[in-house]
């Protein structure tokens, strides 16, 4: 069985991999793919967002207690990276390359340090604290796979 962090971690590279096939369409001037693709990664990161704030961040914070800890400030990023997520998505369907590559590098520095923080504090903390839950993972996996229909 793997861990909330095992499963989140390798989550995030699945949608890590879908944005540089949007780079790759983009830089090959293949606006359709870059929009479609970039549409798969939208819907991905967005499900993974939702799942989190929706079991995993609430569990976390009903067994701990801590409702203005990490969660929060997990939940102030998901907002700012989803308004990355729509410049981004204007940019691709005005097919500009340099809106697109500006909020594409702002979107990409913050995932990189969201998910590290993620990775490297909360989600071993939710594995602390969670593990005891055998109904948490299932529901997890279960509401990002959500994502992927």
Same mark, same amino acid.
């Given at each position: 069985?793997?861990?909330?962090?095992?499963?989140? @971690? &390798?989550?995030?590279?699945?949608? &890590?991999?879908? +944005?540089? #096939? *949007?780079?790759? %369409?983009?830089?090959?001037?293949?606006?359709?793919?870059?929009?479609?693709? +970039?549409?798969?990664? !939208?819907? !991905? *990161? /967005?499900?993974?967002?939702?799942?989190?704030?929706?079991? /995993?961040?609430?569990?976390?914070?009903?067994? @701990?207690?801590?409702?203005?800890?990490? @969660?929060?400030?997990?939940?102030? #990023?998901?907002?700012?990276?989803?308004?990355?997520? %729509?410049? =981004?998505?204007?940019?691709?369907?005005?097919?500009? !390359?340099?809106? $697109?590559?500006?909020? !594409?590098?702002?979107? /990409?520095?913050?995932?990189?340090?969201?998910?590290?923080?993620? #990775?490297?504090?909360? $989600?071993?903390?939710?594995?602390?604290?969670?593990?005891?839950?055998?109904?948490? /993972?299932?529901?997890? #996996? =279960?509401?990002?796979?959500?994502?992927?229909?």
């Amino acid at each position: 069985m793997s861990s909330i962090r095992e499963f989140m @971690t &390798d989550d995030h590279r699945r949608c &890590d991999d879908v +944005f540089a #096939e *949007v780079e790759q %369409a983009v830089t090959a001037g293949e606006w359709s793919t870059a929009r479609d693709t +970039f549409a798969r990664f !939208a819907a !991905a *990161v /967005l499900q993974h967002f939702a799942t989190e704030e929706s079991v /995993l961040f609430p569990a976390f914070e009903q067994r @701990t207690g801590m409702t203005m800890g990490p @969660t929060q400030v997990m939940r102030s #990023e998901h907002v700012q990276m989803r308004e990355l997520i %729509a410049a =981004a998505e204007r940019a691709l369907a005005a097919q500009d !390359a340099d809106d $697109y590559a500006g909020n !594409a590098e702002t979107l /990409l520095i913050m995932m990189q340090q969201h998910n590290m923080k993620e #990775e490297n504090i909360l $989600y071993p903390m939710c594995d602390q604290h969670l593990a005891d839950d055998p109904e948490l /993972l299932p529901q997890i #996996e =279960a509401g990002i796979a959500a994502g992927g229909k």
